[in-house]
């Protein structure tokens, strides 16, 4: 049995970001660059309005000009503004030829189709958005290694870019044990209990940005897990597996993981919940077994899932890990180290009640996971831990 420190640095050790592909715009939120991205065009590619008003000549602003016609946004036909006269223009419009300056419509008083100007502020170049200083072609918009965030799509989209070189999000499968399994929704019959890992890790994933996600049963035969694990690993980057991965008889995912050609990395952390969690590779494909108790697989997921998967998909940063004062007087016994469910609030980590693997009722309230180091007998109240924000 491993440390979890260990644990996790198996796991980083044995994973690399999945091969770069060249993917829309439209399919690559919260994704990482993996080439940096340059402007193809001047971008504004024209000089253009910033605001709704009149497009003049600066060195004409104190007479009195001669409204000559108007630029809306999308104008396909430049006008040419002459001395002594006035264009109207719109946010968004090219500005004609001969014009450097934009006054506001609030500025100016009308006379029929004379203008005058009121604007003492007003400045060259005012209003008037210049070409390419959002950007000039050939320059560097994003970087390799940079995220894509809204903001970040919406920028490249508004230099004209609809294609990058991204970091893929894995595939995952997520592989059902055990027999006992009912549908939420259905009745219970003697003996079964709610399936619930499903919605757990599907939001949980769907949350870290990933949408390819597959959910497969496999009844408790190692022929019909073998099988199922075997067509998961063909389809997909990454299996989750729940349950199965303990001592009972009918514990069967080291045994079908084998028949696979997984590797094994490690099974089994000095960890409560989720003790008998399975970690192996199949070349490039990642395999957790996670312990079934439905905390046991939520605790995993989130201490060596996320960092798995942040490192497939080429992010750098993995769990959200800070320390934290304890609200409480705690005791455990040595050689585990334990994960509690806890909020977090002002500095302070407060355990919850239900710390059992097999409740949940207390996890649905949780903001952290409190870390409590295997050595470690008696923690005290202020006392500072390490927490896992969730
Ligand atoms: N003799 C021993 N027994 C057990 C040990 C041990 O060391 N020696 N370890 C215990 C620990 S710790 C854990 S955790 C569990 C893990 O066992 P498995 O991974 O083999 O999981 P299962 O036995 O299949 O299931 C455990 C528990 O979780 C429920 N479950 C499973 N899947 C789901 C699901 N999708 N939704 C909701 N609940 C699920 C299942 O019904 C069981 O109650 O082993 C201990 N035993
Ligand atoms: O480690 Mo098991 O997950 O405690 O019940």
């Known amino acids: 049995m491993i440390s979890v420190e260990e644990a996790k640095k198996r796991i980083n050790e044995n994973i690399s970001p999945l091969k770069p592909a060249l993917k829309l715009l439209e399919e690559v939120s919260e994704h990482i660059l993996a080439a940096p991205v340059f402007g193809a065009y001047d971008i504004p590619a024209f000089r253009q309005s910033s605001m709704d008003g009149y497009a003049i000549s600066f ?9 000559a016609g108007e630029m809306a946004a999308g104008a396909a036909e ?8 006035a264009i ?3 946010t968004g419009a090219p500005l004609p030829e001969g014009a450097d300056t934009v006054v506001m419509q609030e500025k100016i008083t009308k006379n029929g189709n004379k203008i005058g100007f009121g604007d003492d502020k007003l400045v060259l170049g005012a209003n008037v958005r210049p070409i390419g200083a959002e950007i000039r072609t050939g320059e560097m918009a994003m970087q390799k290694g940079d995220l894509l965030t809204p903001a970040a799509l919406a920028f490249l989209a508004g230099i004209g870019t609809n294609k990058v070189e991204v ?11 055990g027999n006992e399994l009912q549908q939420p929704g259905l009745p219970l019959e003697f003996g079964q209990v709610y399936e619930s890992n499903s919605y757990s890790l599907s939001a949980a994933l769907k949350k870290e940005g990933i949408s390819d996600i597959e959910v497969l049963k ?3 035969t190692l022929d019909k897990l073998t099988e199922v694990l075997k067509s998961a690993l063909e389809n997909n980057d990454v299996v989750l597996l729940t349950g199965g991965v303990s001592v009972g008889d009918y514990d069967f995912v080291l045994q079908a993981a084998a028949d696979c ?12 919940p989720g003790k008998p969690l399975f970690f192996g590779k199949q070349n490039d494909k990642v395999i957790f077994g996670l312990p079934g108790n439905p905390s046991s697989v939520l605790n995993c997921y989130y ?24 609200s409480h007087d705690y005791q455990k016994p040595k050689g585990l180290t334990h994960f509690l469910k806890g909020n977090y609030s002002e500095g302070k980590a407060t355990p919850l009640g239900a710390q059992e693997s097999y409740r949940l009722s207390s996890f649905a309230q949780a903001s952290c996971l409190i870390q409590l180091n295997e050595a470690q007998e008696n923690f005290h109240a202020g006392e500072i831990v390490n927490i896992i924000l969730i």
């Open 59 to 67: 060195g004409d602003k104190d007479g009195e000009l001669e409204l």
């Open 78 to 85: 430049q006008l040419t503004l002459k001395s002594g006269q």
């Open 88 to 90: 109207r223009i719109f």
């Open 167 to 177: 970091y893929p999000m894995p595939k995952v499968a997520i592989i059902l044990t």
């Open 218 to 220: 496999a009844a408790d």
């Open 261 to 272: 050609g997984v590797t094994q990395i490690f099974h089994k952390v000095k960890q409560k």
């Open 303 to 326: 201490n060596y899932v996320v960092p798995a998967i942040k490192k497939l998909s080429g992010k750098a940063n993995s769990i959200k890990e800070i320390p934290a004062k304890l």
